[in-house]
């Protein structure tokens, strides 16, 4: 049986026993980097320790702990305008950037142990359940994001909460969109707009292959993600957790890889290099013309104009198909939820720049400028100020605006359940389901039979 495995798999096989049941966004790929990928916030992961500190010694201090440098970065702005904005809560904060798994590792024994864990820290969405289990050691956020509540998506916000409590504040939305080579696709004769649905997308995809000699694919179905299998349980209004928190099989699943496996039976679609699109290899099939399309969170805008420049002006961004029409067309993949520990001397002041931070309008429109995510304050969505900035790097690139799509779906945005269940279902699926539909030609119902037995198995 072939396997797209990624090398750092037994790295990451050591992080999982640590850090318990630790999952990437629900997105497993075993690895670093692939859970970096589907964070949405960078594609590799930091190797060395890095510390900055920012701010004046009169102030506060606090230290924060991120996994990805451009993070640091980003936070040290806001520090300064914090700064300049309340001189009489003045704080400071030293930055210290770890690669991914040592710093959730550190995290874990030094809440385990009571003491050690920074004020502040970033912490990546398919990691998050494992700290909220049990007694949770983050300060709630419910206060200091309240005045920013009604113009945040409420859907990222329950990600990082439990129960009634807020404890992260999110990066972006990390909205699924289409992403179609418009230039590529017109010169076959093929108009993206026109599709509405799956069966439309299955029409076009033949077209294609026709025109082109079978020299283009529409799209590559992936063998170390599960971006595709959210998607078709977001617009079947599906999760594969239950209300227990048990990872289930929903139906949605088993519609998605018949959709897809029929696409590789009739060389619709290729496997794509190296498990996933967010790769080296995927950057390259890309580059190199072989798909015309693929479904990823609009945070992948940044892989285009960090590693495929030369595409500016070809793509487009419009809302994925639908297997029925009025099915909800997005969901939101990645994520970095930011917590105020209670090993703080100050939580409540923490609080207040993190919610400014993370959560204000001003705080929204510095992460979309300096990292290209679909924020999370809808306010941002609407200023056209923002949206409408031609000269912004994101917004010339493609010839649609990512705006207008993400207020066209914004209603649409679905949510699916991360826990250690889901990552125990989605590390299989990644490591040996889809490689056995797509590489071995495994019928979708006897793979996923196979799956159900080992999840029977591994959840008792």
């Given amino acids: 049986m072939k396997r797209k495995l990624i090398s750092t798999l037994l790295a990451t096989a050591m992080v999982a026993s640590v850090v318990v049941g630790c999952g990437s966004g629900g997105e497993s790929k075993t690895s670093e980097d692939a859970t970096l990928e589907e964070t949405g916030e960078e594609a590799e992961a930091e190797e060395e320790v890095a510390v900055t500190t920012v701010g004046p010694d009169s102030g506060t201090h606090f230290d924060m702990w991120v996994f990805v440098e451009l993070h640091s970065k980003f936070y040290a702005d806001m520090v300064n305008k914090w700064n300049e904005a309340n001189p009489d ?8 950037t770890y690669p991914f798994a040592d710093m959730h590792n550190k995290l874990t024994m030094a809440l385990q142990t009571g003491e050690g864990a920074p004020d502040i ?26 005045q920013y509540r009604d113009k945040l998506v409420d ?10 409590q807020i404890y992260g504040a999110p990066f972006h939305v990390g909205a ?31 077209k294609l292959n026709e025109a082109s000699n079978g020299e283009v694919k529409m799209t590559s179905v992936d063998t170390g993600g599960t971006d595709w299998l959210w998607l078709g349980m977001a617009e079947y209004q599906e999760d594969w957790s239950d209300d227990d928190g048990k990872a289930i099989i929903p139906e949605s699943m088993k519609k998605t890889l018949e959709m897809q496996k029929e696409w590789m039976e009739e060389d ?20 190199d013309g072989n798909i015309a399309s693929f479904p990823k969170a609009l945070w992948y805008m940044s892989r285009f104009l960090d590693y495929m420049p030369e595409e500016q002006g070809k793509w487009a961004i419009a809302p994925c198909p639908v297997f029925e029409e009025g099915q909800p067309r997005s969901v939101g993949i990645g994520g970095t939820g930011t917590v105020v ?37 809808t306010d941002v969505w609407t200023n056209e100020t923002i949206t409408k900035d031609t000269s912004n790097k994101y917004i010339s690139f493609f010839k649609t605006n990512p705006f207008d799509v993400l207020n066209e779906i ?16 989605g590390d299989y699926i990644n490591t040996t389901t889809l490689n056995e539909i797509f590489e071995d030609e495994m019928e ?4 996923l039979q196979e799956l159900q037995d080992y999840m029977d198995v591994e959840q008792g």
């Fill in 410 to 425: 914004k209603e649409e945005i679905g949510a699916i359940s991360v826990n250690e269940n889901t990552f125990t279902l």
């Fill in 176 to 206: 699924t969109v289409m992403y179609y080579n418009d230039e590529l696709l017109s010169s076959y004769g093929i108009d993206y707009k026109t599709i509405k649905t799956w069966d439309d997308y299955t029409e076009a995809a033949k």
């Fill in 121 to 146: 820290c970033d912490i990546e969405r398919g990691q998050f359940p494992n700290f909220t289990k049990g007694e949770v050691q983050f300060y709630p956020l419910n206060d200091a994001i309240e």
């Fill in 444 to 447: 979708v119902e006897d793979a």
């Fill in 268 to 287: 619709l679609a290729m496997v794509s290099p190296d498990g996933h699109v967010d790769t080296e290899g995927g950057f390259q099939n890309i580059l």
């Fill in 89 to 96: 809560k003045q704080i400071q904060i030293t930055f210290t």
């Fill in 341 to 377: 520990t209670m090993q703080s001397e100050n939580p409540e002041l923490a609080a207040e720049w993190l919610a400014y931070a993370k959560c204000s309008e001003e705080g929204n429109i510095e992460i979309w400028n300096q990292l290209g995510f679909d924020v999370c304050n």
């Fill in 155 to 164: 859907s990222r916000l329950e990600i990082y909460s439990k129960g009634d």
